[in-house]
C-alpha cells in the first residue's frame, strides 16, 4: 500500500502514511464495535516481567528439575543399589559398613543423625516454616503437580467453559482482559492428550527415581522394558490420568499431605500472608463478573475469610484478575497480599481496630 522513494522517505510522505494507518486502525475499530467487538490496545512491554510471569518461569524450572534430577544424578533412590544417590554421589546411613565392622557404632548414629534425621528435620521444617508464614507458596509457585492442574485447566475451560466437569454451569465468557472466551469443543482432544502426556511423563519420572534412569530411558525408547517397568509405567499412567482428568484441584485439596500439612501450618498464623480484601471498596465488584472467582484454580473465594480459603496456593491469580479488571478505569486492586495486622481481618473477619494507649499514671 504504501511505497518508498529511492532517496528515502519525506517528511511529508512520511506524515501521509501515518495519517493513512490511523485511518485504517479507526475504520476497523468502528467495524469492529459494530459487531460486537473490542480492538486490544498494544502498549509498550515493560521491561520487568509481570508476577505471573515470574511464578510461571519458577514453575517452569521446577518442571524441568523434578524430570531432570534422576537422569543427572541430582537426587533419586535406587533400588539396585539400596541407597540415595545425591549430587552424583551415594548418599548412605552407614549401616552396610557397621555390620562389616568398618565403622563404630558411634560414627553409624553420627551418620544416622547427620544424613538422616538432620537433612528430613531441615526440609520439612523449612516447608512448615515457609508454609506458616506465607501460606502453600510451594504449591502455587513450584509444585509439578500444580503446574499440570493449572495446564489442565486452562484447555478444559477452553473446551467447555469449566475449569472442572464437575462444575455445575460454564464460566463467564467475559474475561478480566475485556475480551470473550467462547468454548470450542474442539479443544477437547488437545485436552485428553495433555492429561495423557502428563501422566506418562510422571510415571516415567516416578520410575526413574527408584530404578537406573539410562536403563528405563534406553528400554522404553527401543521398546525393551521388562514385565515390571511396563507394569508400573502402565499403571502410573493410568492413574494418574484418571487423577488429572477427574480429580486435580480435588486431590491439591483433600488429598496431597504436603499441602494439608501447609494449611494447618498456615492456618495456625493468624498474622501469615494471604489474599485481603478491601471491603471499603466492596461496592466496585458489581461492575466485575466475580472475576477473581473464576480464575481460581483451587476453586475458591477469594473475597473470603481465610478459614475458607484452607487451601490457597497463594498463586495470586486473583489479584491479577483484580489488577487487570481495574487497570482501565485507573483503580487500585481490591485484592492483594496482607500480613500481620491487616492479615488478622482476613482470619478472623473482624476489622482490627487499634489498641488504647494505656493511661499514665498521674505524677
Given amino acids: 500500500m504504501f511505497s518508498f522513494p529511492v532517496g528515502g522517505v519525506s517528511p511529508a510522505s512520511w506524515l501521509l502514511g501515518l495519517i493513512q494507518i490511523k485511518s485504517l486502525f479507526l475504520t476497523a475499530e468502528y467495524h469492529s464495535k459494530s459487531l460486537g467487538y473490542s480492538l486490544v490496545t498494544v502498549t509498550k512491554p515493560h521491561m520487568s516481567l509481570s508476577l505471573q ?15 531432570l534430577a534422576p537422569p543427572l544424578d541430582l537426587f533419586r533412590f535406587d533400588l539396585t543399589l539400596n541407597h540415595f544417590i545425591l549430587f552424583g554421589r551415594p548418599w548412605t546411613l552407614g549401616i552396610d559398613q557397621l555390620v562389616a565392622g568398618e565403622i563404630s557404632s558411634t560414627e553409624a548414629a553420627a551418620n544416622i543423625f547427620l544424613r538422616g534425621f538432620l537433612p528430613l528435620a531441615l526440609a520439612a521444617g523449612g516447608l512448615i516454616w515457609i508454609a506458616w508464614r506465607f501460606g502453600r507458596l510451594y504449591c502455587g509457585w513450584l509444585c509439578p503437580h500444580f503446574s499440570v492442574v493449572e495446564t489442565i485447566n486452562r484447555l478444559m475451560f477452553r473446551a467447555s467453559g469449566k475449569q472442572s466437569i464437575w462444575e455445575k454451569s460454564p464460566q463467564p465468557e467475559l474475561q ?7 468454548p470450542d469443543r474442539r479443544f477437547w482432544p488437545l485436552t485428553w492428550l495433555a492429561a495423557l502426556f502428563f501422566a506418562f511423563l510422571w510415571a516415567v519420572s516416578f520410575l526413574t527415581y527408584l530404578l ?89 473465594k ?23 479488571v481495574q487497570k482501565p478505569f485507573a483503580r487500585q486492586t481490591l485484592l492483594q497480599w496482607v500480613e500481620d495486622e491487616a492479615a488478622i481481618a482476613v482470619a478472623t473477619g473482624r476489622p482490627v481496630t487499634s489498641q488504647k494507649p494505656k493511661s499514665q499514671p498521674v505524677p
Avoid at 461492575?287 to 473464576?294: M, V
Wanted: hydrophobic share 45%; charged share 15%; with cysteine.
Fill in 53 to 67: 510471569h515470574k511464578r510461571h518461569l519458577f514453575q517452569a524450572g521446577f518442571f524441568l528439575l523434578f524430570v
Fill in 212 to 300: 537406573p534412569p539410562f536403563e528405563i530411558y534406553h528400554n522404553l525408547f527401543h521398546f525393551s522394558l521388562t514385565g515390571n517397568q511396563a507394569r508400573f509405567i502402565g499403571a502410573g499412567t493410568g492413574l494418574l490420568f484418571i487423577e488429572f482428568m477427574f480429580a486435580r484441584h480435588l486431590f491439591c485439596r483433600f488429598g496431597c499431605a504436603v499441602g494439608v500439612f501447609q494449611s494447618l501450618a498456615w492456618m495456625a498464623n493468624n498474622r501469615g500472608m494471604v489474599v485481603g480484601f478491601d471491603r471499603s471498596r466492596a461496592k466496585l465488584c458489581g461492575e466485575c463478573n466475580n472475576a477473581c472467582d473464576n480464575v481460581c484454580p483451587m476453586r475458591l
Fill in 176 to 182: 478480566p482482559n475485556g475480551l470473550y472466551m467462547k
Fill in 302 to 324: 477469594p473475597r473470603s475469610i481465610k478459614r475458607r480459603m484452607f487451601t490457597c496456593t497463594e498463586c495470586a491469580q486473583c489479584i491479577t484478575a483484580c489488577e487487570t
